[in-house]
């Protein structure tokens, strides 16, 4: 038997899941009982197989864990989803999924409200790159010679979208702390055709938040659309300990045209969750379309209609509901407090490497997401003993990430051979609200590995 307390995966609120079954199952109890056969022992069979199969995976769960954009699904999140897979609603149309298409409203409204929004026209997409496709889609029906630009930092996504719906692409070069270079924007939109400007707030890589007080600046006069991509950081809209800077982007997010977030990222979710939503309700005739076999029983606005997707998971909306009735996005709320947590894990750590003269640092993380690189005698040696320290990390059990950033997101120390434009770093994302407590823990084996390798 495993000791509860020394285990890593939280299994005890499966009771609640088998009590919430029940419940579910009398809702249909004027049925004939109808229960389709199952071999127990050939489930248990393949399941124990599959969880043999998935002991080959990084801990992601763990607050070690520290490395790419990865978190659990809360709990209540995770039995949601399971208990809606017992009747495995589509949200297409409302026939499909009745309960969880009215769930899928009222959490995304929860979603808008929080952006400041009353109204508007938005819904859940597969991820975060759907719901970028579904907003320069739109961007694209206004204006279908204007160009899309965004930020050299920007998600890759974005250029290979504007390929796929046949739209003008260009990037942006970034400043030195990987946001968007306003002049540089400037220049072009004086060459006019720019449809629309992808604000990234939360770059991937680093976290960095695109000026949006001067982009809105900048549509006065120029007349572009802005598209906020914040799939990463839009939920920090709710944290109190933002820079000044940054926080003035969040403050002024609602004058966008559209804004894409990921409950998957940081909004506590299985993977299969992302967000899309427009200020304008009227962008919904450009949905339109005649589908004769989806739509029988109701004269309100089915999802599937504004939606490009068909299909989708009705049990992503249970789940994304059941965790914003349990954790409400509000300021000073649990689920806010958990956001700042993992920011001043950032900021800690990042301190604490800055203040090492092995590491050199850069600007100081907007959000919770941290990189450094390893002091050498020159660029290319940093990167190449940032790939020793990533894998001598995993050695001690913690996992970090590398990313390939620009040299000039550092000040190089005197001596420091600039022999590459970019440098291989380590990068972390503390983004669980446990990595507070961890930091310490995570600093010591840093540390650790640094000593054990030479320069
Ligand atoms: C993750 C991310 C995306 C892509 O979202 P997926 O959910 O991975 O498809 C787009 N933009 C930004 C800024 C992201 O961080």
Known sequence: MVDQHARNLEIDSLQILREALNKL?????????????SDHQALENVLFEVAERLKDNY????????????????P????????????????????????????????VAEIAKMFGWDTFLGHLTSGGTMANLEALWVAGQFNPSGKIVASKQAHYT????????????????????????????????????IGTVVATVGTTATGSIDPLPDLLNLREKYGFRIHIDSAYGGYFKLADNLSPETAAVYERINEADSIVV?????????????????RDLSV???????????????????????????SRAGATAVGLWATQKLLPLEKGGEFALGLQSGREAALALWEKLRADKRFITAFPPELDIIFWA???????????????LFAAAEEKQLYLALANLPVEFFDLPAGMQPDSDTITCLRSVLMKPEHRAWVDEIWNIIDQVAGDTPA
Request: net charge positive; hydrophobic share 35%.
């Open 25 to 37: 199952d009398n809702g249909f109890s004027a049925l004939k009982p109808a229960a389709i056969p």
């Open 59 to 74: 801990p992601y769960f763990h607050p070690l864990y520290a490395g790419q954009m990865l978190k659990p699904p809360h």
């Open 76 to 107: 209540v999140a995770r039995l949601a989803y399971m208990l809606a897979m017992w009747i495995n609603p589509n949200n297409h149309a409302l026939d499909g999924g009745k309960a969880s298409s009215q769930m899928e409203k009222e959490a």
């Open 158 to 193: 974005h250029s290979r979208i504007s390929a796929v719906l046949k739209l003008d692409f260009a990037s942006i070069p970034n400043d030195r702390r990987g946001r968007m270079d306003i002049d540089a924007l400037k220049k072009l939109l004086d060459l006019g055709n």
């Open 262 to 278: 990921d409950p998957h990222k940081h909004g506590l979710q299985p993977y299969g969750c992302g967000c899309v939503l427009f």
């Open 284 to 310: 919904g005739r450009f949905y339109k379309h005649d589908s004769p076999y989806t739509y029988f029983s109701s004269t309100e606005l089915h999802l599937g209609e504004i939606s490009l997707e068909c």
């Open 374 to 388: 390893p002091h050498a005698k020159s660029v290319s040696a940093s990167s190449e003993m940032a790939r020793k």
